[in-house]
């Protein structure tokens, strides 16, 4: 592996660190944020598979692959690979409830996040930053 690959993953992990009290009741927020993502999925399983995967991909697993999330919540794996890899849905509903969520959440209707690993440490007076407390 890219040697500049490892100095910047341990950059990033360093950044990455959450406080016990910031992960306290997290099960319960996500329950809380996913329901307006969930309400747009037509099938009563893709909603409960939603929420399941998305608590799978926050666990302590060390692999989050949807055989290790479908056993973490004691099913089989099966319908959670089917969901991942098989089950229709549209992302345009998803996508507009969280385009909502970033505008209500920054105060700017059009506003957008973006997350990006591969992103250097910016420098001058021109480079934008905003932080959300």
Do not use: C
Not at 25 to 50: D, K
Not at 58 to 81: C, F, P, V, W
Not at 107 to 128: H, L, M, Q, R
Request: proline fraction near 5%; aromatic fraction near 8%; charge should be negative.
């Amino acid at each position: 592996m890219d040697g500049r690959f490892e100095v910047r993953r341990a950059e990033l992990l360093a950044q990455a660190q959450v406080s016990v009290e910031d992960w306290e009741g997290v099960t319960e927020r996500l329950e809380t944020f996913v329901e307006p993502f969930v309400e747009s999925l037509t099938e009563s399983a893709q909603r409960r598979h939603f929420v399941e995967y998305a608590s799978g991909l926050l666990s302590n697993l060390e692999r989050k692959t949807s055989e290790g999330i479908a056993y973490l919540h004691d099913q089989d794996r099966k319908q959670m690979q089917q969901f991942v890899g098989e089950s229709p849905w549209e992302p345009a509903p998803l996508l507009t409830e969280l385009a909502r969520q970033v505008g209500t959440r920054i105060g700017e209707p059009n506003g957008v996040i973006v997350f990006d690993p591969s992103a250097f440490a910016k420098k001058g007076t021109k480079s934008v930053e905003h932080v959300v407390p």
